[in-house]
């Protein structure tokens, strides 16, 4: 069946960079595309960005400058790097998956708390 | 960037009720729009899909329905377990959610 599955660290200092892994299974990463989608805590949600199926990227305008995302086919890993981390950027951090190029979100991951905290 | 404004933010209904769950855009999104449930500590859940197609496995007591710029999500009887929030989203021009509505019981 399909799952996604976020880690990473749950605390990153202010001004350091945040790397998360997205580990899936049930479907191939070369069919499908992944989406990062942030909710801070008690708010609404955020997309950051995706990785196509056929390997291109999309982010998030306001986000664009900070953000990378990118992919280990071999591994079913999903990667995502933010630098300039501020406290705003604290939220429960999702991936999620869009079959081939549609835009909506048919299977997502349990998330994983980020704070932003000295 | 299209801004989606969701009405009300807060709906008490009880159990049987037609509820009615409102998203506006700031322009026309020519019906790309999907909607989710997020229950408490949970990630979202697909509901509709390209405004009014049910994802496999939603209840049919869920519909959606608009075009141009004014949508609707309506549950025909109101369950326990439909106690969640509610967002819609865009992609017409990008991507971007709700601020969604919080569907409590009476």
């Known amino acids: 069946q399909v799952q996604l599955k976020e880690s990473g660290p749950g605390l990153v200092q202010p001004s350091q960079t945040l790397s998360l892994t997205c580990t899936v299974s049930?479907?191939?990463?070369?069919?499908?595309?992944v989406h990062w989608v942030r909710q801070p805590p008690g708010k609404g949600l955020e997309w950051v960005g995706a990785?196509?199926?056929?390997?291109?990227?999309d982010y998030n305008s306001a986000l664009k400058s900070r953000l990378s995302i990118s992919r280990d086919t071999s591994k079913s890993q999903v990667f995502l790097k933010m630098n300039s981390l501020q406290t705003e950027d604290t939220a429960i951090y999702f991936c999620?998956?869009?079959?081939?190029?549609?835009?909506?979100?048919?299977?997502w991951g349990p998330g994983t708390m980020v704070t932003v905290s000295s | 960037d299209i801004q989606m404004t969701q009405s009300p933010s807060l709906l008490s209904a009880s159990v049987g009720d037609r509820v009615t769950l409102s998203c506006k855009a700031s322009?026309?999104?020519?019906?790309?729009l999907n909607w989710y449930q997020q229950k408490l500590g949970e990630a979202p859940k697909l509901l509709i899909y390209?405004?009014?197609s049910l994802q496999t496995g939603i209840p049919s007591r869920f519909s959606g329905s608009g075009s141009g710029t004014d949508y609707t999500l309506t549950i025909s009887s109101l369950q326990p377990e439909d106690v969640a929030t509610y967002f819609c989203?865009?992609?017409?021009?990008?991507?971007?959610f709700g601020s969604g509505t919080k569907l409590e019981i009476k």
């Open positions: 990785i196509w199926s056929g390997g291109s990227t």
């Open positions: 390209y405004t009014n």
């Open positions: 999620t998956r869009s079959p081939a190029m549609y835009w909506y979100f048919d299977f």
């Open positions: 989203q865009q992609y017409n021009s990008w991507l971007t």
């Open positions: 049930g479907f191939s990463l070369t069919s499908n595309s």
């Open positions: 322009q026309n999104i020519y019906k790309y």
